[in-house]
């Protein structure tokens, strides 16, 4: 009984240690909802969605600090987010290019998505040409960044994707090595198969063009899959180096240990 009282007092004690978190969550949702009311008042502007877009990332990432945190204060992390100190030690920095590698990728998607004009940057003949070529070619020269963000969000999506294969088969070697790192590979296994995955959404969504008269019209279901996919891989990556920063790191430190 008395085991089970200490452990609600310092679940009190911690939830009141965060309020300083919670000011700033507050903030953060009020700052969402004024930047949802520009975005809508600027009809879709690619700068205003991008910047809701990454207002909302950061108060998601935000929540997830906060819950890493205080569970372990608590001393209730969860197993299957929680690396060992020393491969955390060697892939944090790797991770948090990952991270902000498809981060970039989803923000220049934004822009292609918003920009009039852009989605269509490689035609719309339908497979090959269109997708996964641009305009019938594998490379095209850049002469108009705006008119030809497309291909430069193609350029940068291949890029990332081959990053992650990269590190899929390096922490497969070391995993395979003895090195501890199951529990990483499956979270990188498994964002890199959304991220290759969304690849695929993305070809779909260009494919689904249609000519209506004057209009070319697109799946907007596929689109909002693939924003919603790209999304959720930034949050995977994301999620891994923070619980690297705020748990594995921490239990590291001797300061720390009890």
């Known amino acids: 009984m008395n085991r089970w009282f200490n452990s609600r ?3 009190f004690v911690k939830l009141v240690a965060c309020k300083e978190g919670r000011r700033a969550n507050l903030g953060l949702i009020i700052w969402q909802g004024l930047l949802g009311w520009l975005t809508v008042k600027m009809d879709n502007e690619h700068w205003s969605v991008a ?3 990454a207002s909302a990332l950061m108060f998601m990432m935000s929540l997830i600090w906060m819950w890493l945190a205080i569970a372990r204060d608590l001393k209730e992390e969860p197993d299957w987010i929680t690396f060992d100190p020393i491969l955390a030690n060697s892939w944090h920095k790797r991770i948090a ?28 003949g339908g497979f090959p040409n269109t997708w996964p070529l641009c305009n019938g070619e594998l490379f095209s020269k850049i002469t108009d960044i705006i008119a030809q963000s497309q291909l430069i969000h193609r350029l940068l999506v291949g890029i990332v994707g081959l990053a992650l294969i990269a590190a899929s088969i390096m922490i497969w070697r070391e995993s395979d090595d003895g090195q501890c790192g ?9 964002t890199s198969g959304m991220f290759l995955l969304n690849l695929s959404l993305g070809g779909l969504y260009v494919l689904s063009a249609k000519e209506d008269g004057f209009e070319i019209i ?30 594995s790191f921490y239990e590291s430190n001797p300061e720390n240990i009890e």
Do not use: R
């Open 9 to 11: 007092a310092i679940s």
């Open 51 to 53: 910047l809701h877009l």
């Open 97 to 124: 290019w990952l991270s902000l590698a498809t981060l970039l990728t989803l923000f220049t998607g934004v822009f292609v998505a918003t920009t009039p004009g852009a989605n269509q940057a490689c035609g719309v």
């Open 182 to 190: 199951s529990l990483l590979s499956k979270w990188i296994y498994l």
């Open 218 to 247: 697109y799946d907007e279901l596929l689109s909002l899959f693939h924003l919603m996919f790209a999304s959720i891989t930034f949050l995977l990556l994301a999620t891994v180096w923070t619980s690297m920063k705020v748990i």
